[in-house]
């Protein structure tokens, strides 16, 4: 065989073998969002019944709890146990760590809930708890999004990561607002940071529309112009107003109902995209094994002469492409392998291209939050005081936001003296 | 087993293959190192023979054809001709299509060399002929570096192909003098050619002094402070100090020999280099195997208790280590499990730290060689003239060369009006 095809062969079947992990990937991805939703839901009722001191949410809480243990039953069977290694179903050092890490943090989970049913934590313990796991889940859909070979795929992962994002802030702004509301306590630090997360929400669903499919950001068009939204901004100013309204005995039910309603609103959205997803990596798939049989076909049509590498005849010093006709090697056949490798050859670059741009949005959501992460340590801030510091010296600095988190996490060793 | 531990021990698994796989590429790139040396003499002797008409080097270049040939059918047979499926030897897409594109290529060097022994072509046609064979060589040692997943390889790579780079660039200064001294012909374009081939050596060393061990730049160090550079900074005066010196009837010779010894010298340095890598890679794979053995050790001494992802008690609440005692999983194997999980996360994050310098090295060159090939199509610049424009820009407007690249490739369909 013409050695060239058979690497070319070889490069489409690694490309396949890479498209059925991505499959893999976005099926558990798929599985992830509805675990996450159901955590989600289940942090904020454990969140209303450790406020209300055990009073309310009790029997809700449990089925939140039974919801959720059916969907990790589910997605543990599916996705966690594969029949053989691991390895060959999921692709990358980096994603299967991330989901050992994530199995590992998933072993507190039952522990949580009992210190909850006992009333042993505080409110706040408790979502800090939950929110870690779901940070440990969405880390693993950043990993599916950084390791995916396909554009498209790519670009798919790069928007529903975002908007899982978005969610899980407005998951974590629900769960913050209700315990507010349960509790009575409105006082600045609470506020500012209901404001932070709408802030960082809002910044999760810009990247989700520029990465998004025209039908998804329709979508969720229709949402942001919906009722949902609507009465979750009603419900935002009343907590932000001040008055009797806000500490009434079904103020929070209030809350804790229009954030509800908003969060399902983008739970259809996300399923929307999750499947999207699965569907696009099953298109790339049929696309990729109808190229691998017509050059596999092309292979077998080669004639025994043309072994040995020496298929095609020279070029150089001719622009005319009946030149390229080997000993051996029909025109039309000689024709055909330099068109696929070209052909391969540019559609490598422009997946290069896009990849890129995909992959860039990736990388500085990296840095912004690696930045964070020392600014929180060193310099002992807020991580919303640490996000503000880094915004407010990008827009004084006229630099884009990664720009300076690189600058920051560079500077590292001298940031005490900042 | 407990499935935290078996992911990580998948983890480390994949890690063992992709550093197969790079100790594979490693080899190949040191077969290529060699081969383009031999190629790099060929088209050196091939000029000479071409420009003095047939008079002189005939017997040597001759002699080159028949060492290249060899090198040729060495590599050939160690690297492109696996026993199974080349993708389980390489990975990734493009490194593949890479090496497909060069076997493509290669099948016009036999009439090439015809062409030549026949005096049927220019001499700068030769050479370029020449040089895009041992560009696409450069190319696959420029997707193995861009694919390595280890942070040292990656940087020993990235080393290896600016060296490699280079000495190829070095390689064409020597043709085109040699060429100029043998023709007599020393206009103000082709001194101008050799001044951008300088320029453009010493910037693929300077980042291989970035990225090379300590001992390679000494190596390096010892070239540059030695008698091959010296003379061939003495040659490079004469050719463009005209006088008769240069037009004498040894000009040439004493000009080729020279870069020939730099050259060779160099070849020491990449030598060296090729080795470290390989040896490099070898080190890693037994560092991973180790660590797999011990997972292994580790998952065998799993009591069968454990069984079920809730190996590990709940560390929420509580600041104190002791408490990781799961269920039938011995403290110090919980510990185990845990440190594993988190010296794991740790090195990934460390990993990917490194990996992104690497890269972003690797990016730079890429966007670089996009935005001239664009400049040169779009506004009809010599290559020369297109970098010159780039450089020029970026230090008139303070930024880095890469960046304004990328600025040039966004604004792609505006830069006719530019």
Known sequence: ?????????????????????????????????????????????????????????????????QDSEAVERAVRERHFSPAGDPSDTYGGLRLLSRIAQLLHALGELPALRQQIAQRALEPETATRAYS????????????????????????????????????????????AGAAAFAASRFEPAVLQRLVHLVEAQDRCFQVFQEFAEPALRAMWGHVLAGPETGDVQAQRA??????????????????FEAATRRIDAMRLVED????????????????????????????????????????????FGSAAPDLVAGAGLGPLLGRSVLDLVQAQAQRLQQMGDELNAAQSALRERKLVERAKGLLMTRRGLSEDAAYRLLRQT???????????????????PLIDGL
Request: aromatic share 4%; charged share 20%.
């Open 1 to 65: 065989m013409d050695p060239a095809l058979a690497f070319l062969i070889a490069a489409q079947r690694s490309e396949i073998r890479a498209l059925e992990q991505l499959r893999a990937t976005s099926d558990l991805v798929r599985g992830m969002s509805e675990w996450v939703h159901r955590l989600q839901r289940e942090r904020g009722a454990s969140n209303l019944y450790l406020a209300s001191r055990g009073q309310r949410f009790a029997a809700q809480r449990q089925q939140c709890v």
């Open 132 to 175: 870690e796991l779901v940070a440990a889940m969405l880390a693993v859909v950043f990993e599916a999004a950084d390791t995916a070979v396909d554009p498209g795929v790519s670009r798919a992962l790069v928007a529903l990561f975002n908007f899982m994002q978005g969610k899980e802030l407005a998951g974590q702004e629900r769960a």
């Open 238 to 255: 009343l907590l932000h107003g001040g008055g009797a309204a806000r500490t009434s005995a079904d103020a929070g039910d209030r809350w």
């Open 394 to 412: 990008a827009m004084h600095q006229h630099r884009r936001l990664g720009e300076v988190a690189e600058a920051v996490l560079q500077m590292g």
């Open 272 to 315: 929307s995209a999750t499947s999207a997803l699965v569907a696009l990596c099953d298109a790339r798939l049929v696309h990729a094994r109808t190229d691998l049989a017509d050059q596999t076909r092309l292979r077998a049509s080669l004639p025994a002469a043309c072994e040995g590498g020496r298929a095609l005849a020279p070029v």
